[in-house]
């Protein structure tokens, strides 16, 4: 007599076994889940040889491992939009390391209306073997993306990227003004900060330093992070929620409000 109980725990165990080795084989190929919405694929032959229907990237950055691209094209609505980023398997030999990425767009769409879609990509398959940050270029966009995998969250690694200066508030006179993005920029290297400063100065009693290259470096006293700049105390510096702070407002200086670039 066959014992249907046995056969059918059996079976649920064979059934369970499968099952986890589905799983196991999506986390080998790169498909697990992520909070990004697809995931960078290293392949030179798409890079070099497939080809993409017309898109513009309208803004790229990186949010922890995921690249996040906000672009336009033509279409009906963009639901039917498949996006794939490719990497060129190229690595670039400078400090930091760089790598080329391509966005190829499959649009079957034949509207003329323009819709803006923004997506994501995982970064981790392009992570390199004794580095942890690399310079991204993205085909179709002017700016390098810096990404850093470190791991390390000190004000000192944080703050090497783009700026914009949006606010300078404080002084004797109690000034409180705001600048559009990009018209005044900080750009964070390892020792040197360039400044490129647009403002023509009519709407503001500062706004910062003069276009430039300057020497910096962060200071710390009694667990307090300080800026200086070309020796130049320019205050108290912290980074909370992507927004870059410099303050001085305790000896009746100026507070300095930046963004993410």
Known sequence: MVNFSLTSTFLKGIVLIMLLALFNACEEDGVKASNCDSIVALDAGSYQNETSDFYTIISASILENCLQIEYSASGCSGESWKEKMVDEEVILES??????????????????????????????????????????????????????????????????????????????????????????TWDFGDEEVTIVNNNQGANAIYDGLVTGTYNYSIQEFNDVKILEVDSQNLGVISIVDGQLTVDQRASDGFQLKFKKH
């Open 95 to 184: 400090f930091p390391i760089q790598r080329n990425l391509k966005m190829i767009l499959d649009n079957p769409e034949a509207c003329a209306a323009v819709f803006t879609k923004t997506v994501s990509f995982d970064l981790i398959p392009i992570q390199t073997e004794d580095y942890t940050r690399i310079i991204l270029n993205i085909d179709g966009y002017d700016e390098p993306l810096l990404y850093d995998y470190s791991g390390d969250s000190s004000i000192e690694n944080q703050i090497q990227q783009k700026w914009d200066l949006v606010n300078v508030n404080g002084g004797l006179t109690g000034i409180d003004v705001n600048f559009s993005e990009g018209t005044i």
